[in-house]
DNA sequence: ACTCATATTGGCAGCGCTGCCAACCGAAAA
DNA sequence: TTTTCGGTTGGCAGCGCTGCCAATATGAGT
């Protein structure tokens, strides 16, 4: 009973309205609305008093009315297909910082690299009325592509430049990536080199840079030698296993190429593990440019993405209302001494 | 001019609303909400007319207005320090598995450390009238705990048992980790031990862990012989710098405690890049139980922390709409092979 | 003192949906 | 035939705020 009383209580909190505001600073509705959203012209003594009205009443805005009233909606919606994969993450902290001092909000869900989750949340998310839907890449389903060109909202596809933006695409080319990590290696005098990854039909970026990497390969007339792809998502153990079991069957390789760094990493800890020198007998390459690979003892071969960059890119695009546009941030090569 | 005529039929698009389902379905808006939210009574034919009308339109139900009418809102707002600590991602992937399950909605905003801005971020949340808002820990201000007293929706602390709750908290002790934490180096025959951290102003559960573990420490008759503190965040490449400078001041150290693995594998690498061998120069231990601590050649001592199940429990708490309580999860300590 | 442009201000109709309530519709019961 | 009752259905008043517009106040100019 305690409880529920409580619970009444909070209720009752809760709910100080902008009209209670008005009434007990003694003015109107709208003045409260203009004073609190510092648009349109009010004076200075009643900026005071319904300031501090407010303070008094301990009064919150509720920015669900507020939004439904208004037009535009201060959301942005970040539909991203996982959490594990830190570029994720690394592309919210970009996004969240702009949008914060632009006082949007940011809701997301995560699709687990499933178009068809990516399709349902997508229509979970337009629901809120976003004022842009941001996702991963440019493989959707038609359901999601029609349903978010019928939407009106603004469409942001990140970390990818391989393939037709919706509206805004805002990312770097994951084949040119693949490409320059080829020419590279090959650059570096290796001809005899390997590939391990994770699943590709999931992370079709991954794809998209190994296919090119391979294309690579193939023109200098040196083809990839052998491949492991493991099941479920890049990790490092995954890339540690990757590569044992890809030299179990490929013994003369001279050089690696991981999906990622975490995949790389797994490679670099299984050579130390099993006394194989790098670079001389096994080189590696990986893919992100994590900072963790600058600080093992021989710095990872890689490329650097900016991650965050195209988290801040992306939202400051988002709250100019800039036109459709597509934006390559390009990437570095490190060339570390893996490789 | 194409583009503003776009825009409109982009709107045209965006508007359609409940009553117009209705119309096209030949029945009443309250029918067509029933039949939506699948809620109240309806026959199967007034269903299949209703969804059809929903297909034919591209109908999207919009949550704000949805929101506003009732009364829960099915938000649930997290206000976390960081996503380059890889901790909240964690929590944020257990939450939203949770989460979509149940059609919630997580919103997320980042206070980079700092009371004052989560303050400023926890009040923006509010207005969006979450039905909770999780934050990490009990270290707010007392502006932040009024106004969440106030607010009447739900709050979950997270990650840290060491206080007094708001409402619900789920995760830990971070002093007894400390404690765990010295008294496994003590048992081990460590007895000159050092400490390499980061801020621990701004990450407070590190600083709860650091102190508990002090204290064992003392009260064993064996106090800490140095520690080495970094500013700015936690990282691999400021545990190695860390490391280096805490053992140019102090050579004798036999084990170093770091405040999370982040730190201890760049320590690890540092040794490892000096030669210096593990653990029989000198031990290392971690805090966290990274996946990539297992992944190298000698798994890292450590203390593995229930992040994903905290986010989990802590949804399923929320959509449960459980009493006020707290979850211990516990951990799990880590032999390894660096302690 | 009188006029007119400008600065302030309040009233009120929605935004799109939900919740409540009254109305309606057979079919079973009287 | 009339009454009864549960299953269906539509109408409509808000939810709390914003945007528009009319009303009032202020102040400078003559």
Redesign the interface.
Known sequence: MS?SKL?ME??????VTLAEVAEAAGVGESTVSRVLRNHGSFSGKTRERVMAAVERL?Y??????G??ASTG?R?VAFVIPS??N?V???V??GA??VL?EN?Y??????TDYDPGKEEA?A???????PAAVMLAGYEHTEGTAK?LR????RVVELLDLDGDALDIAVGFSNRAAGRESAAFLLRRGYRRIGYVGHDLNRDTRAGKRFSSFCETLDANGTPLVAHEILAGPS???N??LGLERLLARATDLDAVYFSND?MA??GY?HC??QGISIPSQLAIFGYNGL??G????QPLSTIRTPRVATGEIAAQLIVANA?PQAVDLGFELIEGATA
């Open positions: 409880g619970t909070f209720k009752h909190q809760a709910t301990g919150v805005p509720n920015r669900i009315a939004t439904l909606s959301l959490l594990s830190i994720f993450p690394d919210l902290r969240s910082t914060e006082r909000q940011a809701v997301f869900s995560v949340l229509a979970a998310m337009l629901a809120w009325r349903m019928a939407s009106g909202c990790s490092v153990e890339g540690r975490d990493l797994g800890f130390l593990a900072d963790i600058r600080a093992i003892p036109p």
